[in-house]
């Protein structure tokens, strides 16, 4: 996607689906952080993936979209959707394991991740201020978790690997938007996860049915998901990502509060502090980024 138009700019809007997506995607955490107690990631994956499959086909079919569904690029989609369903696993077990804010802490380091692996896979040249950003983020991530080496925290682990997942997402996904429309990407996200999921899911046997009681949380994870992307993809079209960034950052302390309210999670200093430079060095890597490209 590229950088709108400066006379196009439109920050209030932005700020608006800003809001939208820090709603959705807390939404999310804290649907999935219900539904850990009864079910596991994999039949959380395969539900929402249902519903989301289900609500794609027919958002395309009413938008008349229907037809820019392809199949020139399975390949690549099959790999988009495989680092997806590794991240997002990743990223359930580890909401329900340790605090939310420490989870989205974590999943801020996924760009610094991008920015290394860029070169490799869509030829971007590593420059040294990116390597730089990379090494500033990556001491974030260490104060974020402050790992104890003799005994990991297999949450910690889960969060910072779901990172890694998103990123390598994030990666073929732009490689994708070169030539397939976002209906096209939406379609094969959550149709292949939906199988990921059922064979994850029922691979021991067993695939459990949610209760009666779980139903709206399962929908709610399912709705947040699509509507989260689309709102932060809606604001990055309105709005260049320096602009964008610094609302995105706002979930960690709207997370931190649902956290400390709904579940008794202690506001934890470290946290916000390696946060924080794990922004910094997002943000610096985007205004160089975006400086040099205006040049």
Known sequence: MGTPDPTQYHPLKA?????GAIVAFSSMAVGGRSLSG????????????LIGFALV?????AGGTINQIRTDRLGLHFIRNLCHFFGQNLWFFAIATIPLAQVFALEFSSPLWVTLAAPLFLGERLTATKLFCA??????????????LSSLDPGLIAAALAAIGFAGSAIFTKMLTRDQSITCILFWLTGMQLVFGLITAAGDGD???????????VVLVAIAGLVGHLCLTKALTLAP?????PFDFLRLPVIAIIGMLAY???????????????FGANYLNIWTDTKSRRK
């Open 135 to 148: 090494l500033v983020g990556f001491g974030g991530i260490m104060v974020v978790a402050r790992p104890d």
């Open 207 to 217: 695939l459990a049915l949610p209760s009666a009681p779980l139903w709206p949380w």
């Open 264 to 278: 008794g999670e202690p506001l934890n200093i470290y946290v916000l502090i390696g946060a924080a430079i794990i």
């Open 38 to 49: 009864e079910l596991d990631t994999f039949e959380i994956m395969f539900y929402r993936s």
């Open 15 to 19: 700020a608006i689906w800003m809001i």
């Open 57 to 61: 086909i027919a958002i395309a079919s």
């Open 241 to 245: 990502a320096t602009m964008v960034m």
